[in-house]
């Protein structure tokens, strides 16, 4: 079941509450048993309320595994995107353990400059704290332990007044081209074959 | 009136698009229209500029629907940055500098010849039809994104001006034309140097006039990727205030900044081959000339820049293992590229013109001499003994000091003082897009507005009238039909009578034309065709039907001729009937039968 009819199925359950009045709710237990015609309606909107709930968990693992395709699409994509424009993944699968520094430097300098552009251009990184490191620095009082981690003696109320030992890095944009087409999203560099 | 004006650099290797918000533009700057394309197989993203090249693929190349845009499914082509980057991988399934060959003189711009070596020959397109689909191009996506608003915003409801080299003559300008119409567009055409100054006056609006005296030659350097566009602009004094008019154009030179990097990146290959014993394939060499493009902006933008490091990495997956690397320094530049295309030289030396061997093969005129301070002496020359005072310069490769620090050098030594004027501000690789919207401003009636008359002189061929020899052709002269510096905008009849069209038949005129001759007049007769100085054009052709029982078929009509010169340099030329009922007939270009020229190689086979 798609995501769309799941929701509807929902809405419509929702929508269809006025045909099951006050009266098909669920006996108190003092009261009598409803008549044959109540109970009927309420089994009914109780089976098409299970109906909505089991398509809408269906429609919600569907939707999870859908980003979950995305997400692995995309992360694929950024190595795609690095390796294509700075062959980062052909320097990282080599072995370099036979060559000379300075051909490992020649390469390097080259794959360095290139992979920066994409950093640049599809991420926008940028510093966390955009101070020198080693240097005093005070961090806010609200601030957020997934942007920044305070180490050693760290006390227990703020002033947090410490010294920066890494400034941090956010990707402050992710900007993918649009993809489209039959495209195999697990290729990271296609193969080429020339003919002479 | 229009919600945006639209200025569009069609360029040799790079096209770019800006506009301007038409109810602010005397007060607005043109912004940049970021250009949605493909970017690689089944991938679009949008970028500044839209490179000129067009990918033709087989079908196995690409995946299905891999070229795919918002507004075309299925298609079997792309252009922008896809196409580049298959241009040195896949040469023969790639067209670049399809502008060049809209003006190629050996060439029918409307046959379908490009790619020129693509061994699919149902595959090829027409120079103007690739110009159409890059126009096409520009339209589907303003319309995806601007223009997506409303009606009115839709990119062929807006003013739009295209721009095309000086020195494209009146038929490059229809071929133009001609491909704007088939994508549905209606475009005003402006020169590209003109579109720089325009920039140039829009940047200085306020005091342009402080910046420039009356009577100065300004001269309008434009080097581009491919291609090289000289002009030349007068200011004069038209009662106490100042006026300005384009006095001359160049030749199209093919010679730009692509040359310069494939100089560098040939030259630092050869020396690889001798003293590393390293040869370098096609892949490699690509690498290579990007690198140099680099190193050169380093190397010529400060005169005590370090050696700058070249590397090319390995081409398969051994990318360190594959790595050569190399270096220049800024002497080994400085005779590449600075001695090498821009030598000092005199005023009167001109370019060295290639030995034409009996057989040449058909295809684009390049140079045969790179020294482009040897071209510009030989316009300056041909225009006259006055030298610009001032000079603007406009393209990539005037971005770098070196460079533009020679020409400045070398025409100092042709003035025999050091008081050239560098006109500046302006962005180089920006200029002729946003002059070109500018001028859309100043057709209002906002700004200032460069005179330009027409910068071709063009010609009709005749037969002169000698006595009948056996076996001898008779000479043909050429009638001069439109002058140097023909207003445009304007009409005239030539005065000279002695042609005549048969009824029922076809008549052909070979047509020339000339930005050299700058003195014939409308009328005149040059007496030898055969001259360096006059290239020739399309024919023209005219058929009278046959109409009245006075006038059968195989009657001369004797006619005279009227040419009309448009706002925007494209030519028509009329026959009128002389005497009887006056009828009028256009003539027309006689385009060639669309079919490859190199067919001609099969059917000799067969």
Same mark, same amino acid.
């Given at each position: ?7 509807? #199925? ?15 709710? =669920? ?6 048993? =409803? ?11 109780? #089976? ?10 269906? #429609? ?5 595994? #859908? ?22 993944? &052909? ?5 370099? &353990? ?56 760290? =006390? ?27 495209? &195999? =999203? ?11 | ?90 040469? $023969? ?53 601007? *223009? ?68 100065? %030659? ?6 581009? $990727? ?35 990097? %494939?100089?560098?990146?040939? !030259? ?8 590393? !014993? ?8 690509? !690498? ?9 902006? +380093? ?21 360190? $293992? ?61 225009? !006259?003994?006055?030298?610009? *005072? ?69 010609? +009709? ?51 020339? *034309? ?39 078929? $195989? ?5 005279? %001729? ?45």
């Amino acid at each position: 079941m798609r995501i769309s009819d799941a929701f509807q #199925a929902f809405f419509r359950v929702l929508g269809g509450a006025d045909l099951v009045d006050k009266s098909t709710l =669920p006996p108190e237990p003092s009261t009598p048993e =409803p008549d044959p015609e109540t109970a009927k309606k309420l089994v009914e909107a109780e #089976a098409t309320l299970a109906e909505a709930v089991a398509s809408l968990t269906a #429609a919600e693992a569907a939707q999870t595994e #859908a980003a979950e395709v995305q997400f692995r699409d995309g992360a694929v994509y950024g190595l795609l995107l690095l390796q294509r424009e700075g062959r980062l993944i &052909d320097f990282l699968q080599e072995n370099v &353990d036979d060559y000379e520094d300075e051909q490992i430097g020649a390469a390097v300098r080259q794959i360095h400059r290139d992979c920066g552009k994409v950093l640049q251009e599809n991420f926008a990184m940028t510093a966390i704290v955009d101070e020198s490191e080693n240097e005093k620095t005070m961090v806010a009082e609200d601030f957020d332990p997934s942007a920044i981690k305070l180490t050693g003696k760290v =006390p227990s109320e703020p002033p947090y007044k410490g010294f920066l030992r890494h400034k941090g890095w956010r990707a402050t944009k992710v900007h993918f081209p649009t993809r489209s087409g039959k495209i &195999d =999203p697990t290729v990271v560099q296609a193969a080429e074959v020339e003919f002479i | 009136m229009s919600q945006y004006i639209i200025g569009i650099d069609l360029g040799t290797t790079n096209i770019a698009v800006s506009y301007l918000n038409a109810e602010e533009a005397e007060e607005a700057v043109p912004e940049l229209f970021a250009i949605i394309q493909i970017t690689d197989q089944g991938e679009r993203d949008k970028r500044s500029t839209l490179p000129s090249f067009l990918y033709l693929p087989d079908d196995k190349e690409v995946s299905k629907k891999a070229l795919d845009l918002p507004w075309a499914a299925e298609r079997d082509y792309c252009v922008g940055a896809f196409a580049r980057k298959n241009a040195q991988l896949l040469p $023969g399934k790639v067209i670049s500098s399809a502008k060049s060959w809209l003006c190629a003189q050996n060439v029918d711009s409307d046959s379908k010849i490009l790619p020129w070596n693509h061994e699919d020959p149902s595959r090829k397109i027409s120079p103007v039809t690739a110009t159409q689909r890059f126009l096409e191009h520009l339209r589907d996506a303003w319309n995806d994104s601007i *223009g997506a608003d409303n009606a009115k915003a839709k990119f062929q409801k807006q003013d739009i001006v295209l721009t095309v080299p000086a020195s494209f003559d009146a038929v490059a300008r229809d071929m133009t034309m001609q491909a704007a119409k088939k994508a549905r567009l209606e475009v005003t055409l402006l020169e590209e140097p003109q579109a720089a100054f325009y920039a140039w006056l829009q940047a200085h609006n306020e005091n342009w006039r402080d910046r420039v005296a009356a009577g100065e %030659l300004i001269l309008v350097c434009d080097i581009g $990727g491919g291609t090289t566009d000289f002009s030349l602009i007068k200011v004069t004094d038209e009662g106490g205030d100042l006026d300005l008019q384009r006095v001359a154009v160049g030749n199209h030179i093919l010679l730009g900044g692509d040359n310069m990097d %494939l100089a560098m990146a040939y !030259g630092v290959a050869a020396r690889l081959l001798e003293e590393k !014993g390293v040869k370098l394939d096609q892949y490699q060499i690509a !690498g290579l000339t990007h690198a140099c493009r680099e190193a050169k902006e +380093v190397l010529c933008a400060d005169a005590n820049a370090k050696p700058q490091k070249l590397t090319v990495l390995g081409r398969g997956s051994s990318v360190v $293992g594959g790595t050569i690397t190399t270096e220049v320094t800024i002497e080994q530049m400085q005779e590449s590229l600075v001695d090498g295309f821009f030598p000092l030289c005199n005023i009167d030396d001109s370019p060295q013109q290639s030995t034409k061997a009996g057989l040449r093969t058909f295809g684009l005129d390049y140079e045969a001499d790179p020294a482009v301070t040897k071209h510009l002496a030989a316009f300056l020359s041909r225009h !006259g003994d006055e030298l610009p *005072g001032a000079i603007l310069f406009n393209g990539g490769v005037t971005k770098a000091n070196a460079l533009t620090s020679r020409i400045v050098e070398t025409i100092n030594g042709w003035r025999g003082k050091k008081d050239l004027t560098v006109l500046d501000g302006t962005d180089a690789d920006l200029a002729v897009a946003h002059g070109a919207c500018w001028y859309g401003n100043v057709r209002q009636g906002n700004a200032i507005r460069i005179r330009a008359g027409s910068a071709h002189s063009y010609y +009709v061929a005749i037969e002169s009238s000698m006595p009948a020899v056996p076996g001898i052709s008779p000479p043909v002269a050429a009638l001069c039909v439109v002058q140097f510096g023909m207003e445009e905008g304007t009409s005239q009849e030539i005065p000279y009578s002695g042609l005549g069209l048969v009824v029922g038949e076809t008549t052909d005129f070979k047509f020339f *034309g000339s930005a050299d001759r700058t003195e014939d007049n409308a009328g005149e007769i040059l007496q030898d065709v055969n001259r360096d100085d006059l290239h020739n054009l399309p024919s023209l052709s005219a058929k009278l039907p046959v109409e009245d029982k006075n006038t059968p078929a $195989g009657t001369l009509v004797p006619v005279r %001729l009227r040419a009309v010169l448009s706002e925007i340099g494209t030519l028509q030329l009329w026959c009128l009937e002389e005497g009887g009922s006056k009828r009028e007939w256009k003539l027309e270009y006689e385009i060639r039968s669309a079919e490859p020229a190199n067919d001609e190689d099969e059917e000799a086979k067969e």
